[in-house]
Structures are given as structure tokens and as C-alpha cells.
């Protein structure tokens, strides 16, 4: 983080009030902070007198305070004149996607020689702490006996990697819903809306131009 006043910066002492990071071998710099790094970003805009501002800086931009990373910065001048100043950033929220399965899919036997392929990934402005992704039968409601199949995605910094083929000897044909779930670590959590609906029948195969279900 970097600060500078609009006069002579020779004739101005500057430090940082909040949080607490250590000023840097070049003038009015300070940090680094890392992506681990964690603050109550309120707390930070009392420490400037600047409470009220930021909640407005927030309801403009509708975030909440675990979006933002600020520092508080003061300036004093040869005359012994003060001023408090607060700057913030947003760090990026969690975003998440699935590439396979597909919503939608219906995966035949066929499909499920190397296991159920799932595949997806995690992004966050900071650290995450938790990512995995769950598969309950869409029938049920999402209850503990409903959960079927559950894993961990590998976490790396604010990225989270999922690249599974797993075994579905224990899934019957039915529906099912596959949910990624994450949190970082300013306790933000991913939307529940990145999921998908798939459907696994071992009972069909593809022919040229149609699928059909063999009889018995």
C-alpha cells in the first residue's frame, strides 16, 4: 500500500494507522500483505473517523464489509496540521463453475468406463479455506441420507482445482445433483447456484440416431 499527499511529501510525515503493516525501504509504502491476509475492514474505516462513508461506499456498491481490504492512512504536516484518510479496494468474491458433468447430461454406460468424470474449479480475491463438491439424488431433498458421493478440490492459494474421475459402482440409474461447495478465508461463501442436474442410465445405449433402453 502506497500513500502520497497533494503537497510537498518532504514536508509531510505519513503512517498508517490500520492495520498494522510494516513500512517498506521506499517512502510512505508499506506491506506487503498476502492473500492470507484477514481484517475487519470496519473497524479499519473507525480507526479514520470514516464510518459513515464507508457504509455508503458499500450500499453504492452493493458489498458487504468482508469484500474489502482497507487502510488507514495519516499525514502530518511541519505545522503540526492532521488528516485522516481511508482507502479501499474489493477483493474479488468467490466464482465458481463445473465443466462436467454437464447440466442436463445423461451419461450411459458408455460414458462411465473410467468413472464419472467431474471437473470444475474456485476463484476468490483471497485465500480459500474449504472446496469440495457433493452429489445427492436430485429425488431427495438435500438431507443427509440424499448425499451420495463427497470430495475435496486442491486448494491452492485463492484457486481451487477439481479434476476427478470417480467410481459410480455405487450409484443406481437415477437423477442426480452435483453442488460445488467453498469458502475463503474472510468467510465468504461460495453461491449455491453453481450446481448441475445429471442423469446416469446404465440401462440405454446409443445407436445411429437413437437411444434406447435394451429389453429384458
Known amino acids: 500500500m502506497r500513500a502520497q499527499t497533494e503537497?510537498?511529501?518532504?514536508?509531510c510525515e505519513i503512517v498508517l494507522?490500520?492495520?498494522k503493516l510494516p513500512q517498506t525501504s521506499e517512502e510512505n509504502t508499506f506491506g506487503p500483505f498476502s492473500i492470507d491476509h484477514v481484517q475487519n475492514a470496519m473497524e479499519v474505516a473507525i480507526a479514520?473517523?470514516?464510518?459513515?462513508?464507508?457504509?455508503?461506499?458499500?450500499?453504492?456498491?452493493?458489498?458487504?464489509?468482508?469484500?474489502?481490504?482497507?487502510?488507514c492512512f495519516e499525514a502530518r504536516d511541519a505545522s503540526?496540521?492532521?488528516?485522516?484518510?481511508l482507502n479501499c479496494f474489493l477483493r474479488a468474491r468467490l466464482r465458481g463453475q463445473i465443466n462436467a458433468p454437464t447440466d442436463g447430461s445423461t451419461l450411459m454406460r458408455e460414458h462411465l468406463v473410467d468413472?464419472?468424470?467431474?471437473?470444475?474449479?474456485?476463484?476468490?480475491?483471497?485465500?480459500?479455506?474449504?472446496?469440495?463438491w457433493s452429489i445427492y439424488r436430485s429425488e431427495s431433498t438435500m438431507v443427509a441420507d440424499a448425499l451420495v458421493l463427497?470430495?475435496?478440490?486442491?486448494?491452492?492459494?485463492?484457486?481451487c482445482q477439481i479434476d476427478q474421475h470417480v467410481d459410480t459402482s455405487s450409484l443406481a440409474n437415477g437423477s442426480y445433483?452435483?453442488?460445488?461447495?467453498?469458502?475463503d478465508n474472510a468467510h465468504r461463501r461460495l453461491g449455491s447456484g453453481v450446481s448441475v442436474i445429471f442423469q446416469i442410465r446404465r440401462d440405454m445405449v446409443r445407436l445411429p440416431g437413437r437411444i434406447v433402453r435394451p429389453k429384458l
Open 177 to 183: 445433483i452435483l453442488i460445488l461447495s467453498a469458502e
Open 7 to 11: 503537497e510537498d511529501s518532504s514536508q
Open 48 to 71: 479514520c473517523n470514516q464510518r459513515a462513508d464507508f457504509e455508503i461506499q458499500l450500499k453504492q456498491t452493493s458489498s458487504r464489509q468482508e469484500d474489502a481490504f482497507c487502510g
Open 115 to 132: 468413472g464419472l468424470h467431474i471437473k470444475g474449479g474456485v476463484k476468490s480475491g483471497a485465500a480459500l479455506s474449504t472446496c469440495y
Open 150 to 159: 463427497e470430495d475435496e478440490g486442491k486448494i491452492s492459494g485463492e484457486q
Open 17 to 19: 494507522v490500520a492495520p
Open 80 to 85: 503540526g496540521n492532521v488528516e485522516r484518510k
